[in-house]
């Protein structure tokens, strides 16, 4: 299996910079999955993507959520109004905030900082809250667990790696050909490293999760920020 095929590219553009994310598409024997969705109104592109990898974006029957936060879950509630057929997975600690039984904890986070920001970066801060504030809920139909198998992608795992968000997850091809990172590493300069460490909701948490994938010793690491690291 190529890895490359695995993976959804979206681009955005920021101000002058360009942002890259990659969500990921895995098939089982009655499921064609895609993990993670990227921001509010990338259904768009991520149809176009499917349909670039010969999938026709209404074969779609699961949507994976690593976590809660708006760069991974955005396109949820809008991917779930035009597929309704498409289920949605979480674990049980995400679930609570993904549907919006519970505040966003990323949300909670700006609002607590905020106060703290210096004038010239408050501007900066209440968009940010804004754009968690609009971020559209979406019911999980099915909560993950650890160690959950699932013939998807050849057969794999989900792993709770806690610390960027409690309920965060990855998931680890049986065969340890790939692990699918979520925000639990990102990819900087081909090492793996723990995703914004200044926001990270419990840092050392975020530390052992990061030890924990990196101890399966994968060929291939799909990390959702810097995508592939190869070994
Ligand atoms: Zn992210």
Not at 55 to 83: F, N, R
Not at 107 to 134: M, S, V
Request: charged share 25%; proline share 4%; with cysteine.
């Amino acid at each position: 299996m190529n890895t490359r095929d695995m993976i959804l590219d979206l681009s955005y553009t920021f101000g002058n910079t360009e942002q890259h994310i990659f969500p990921v598409i895995l098939l089982g024997k009655r499921d064609v999955v895609l993990v993670d969705c990227g921001y509010p109104g990338s259904l768009f592109m991520i149809e176009e993507q499917l349909r670039r990898h010969n999938i026709e974006p209404s074969a779609l029957t699961k949507l994976v959520l690593t976590h809660q936060d708006d760069d991974h879950m955005g396109a949820a509630a809008e991917l779930k109004e035009k597929y309704p057929a498409v289920q949605v997975l979480a674990s049980h600690t995400e679930a609570l905030y993904i549907s919006g039984r519970r505040k966003n904890l990323r949300l909670q986070q700006g609002e607590t900082l905020q106060h703290q920001l210096p004038d010239e970066q408050k501007a900066f801060g209440e968009q940010f809250c804004e754009r968690y504030r609009n971020l559209r809920p979406v019911l999980p139909d099915i909560l993950l667990h650890d160690a959950d198998r699932f013939d998807w992608g050849g057969g794999c795992e989900i792993l709770a790696t806690p610390g960027h968000t409690p309920g965060h997850i990855a998931i680890r091809s049986l065969d340890n050909e790939y692990m699918i990172t979520g925000d639990a590493a990102v990819l900087v300069e081909n090492e793996l490293a723990i995703a914004n460490p200044e926001f990270c909701l419990d840092l050392t948490a975020a530390k052992n999760s990061l030890e924990k994938i990196i101890q399966f010793q994968c060929r291939h690491y799909i990390c959702y920020h810097g995508g592939i690291l190869e070994r």
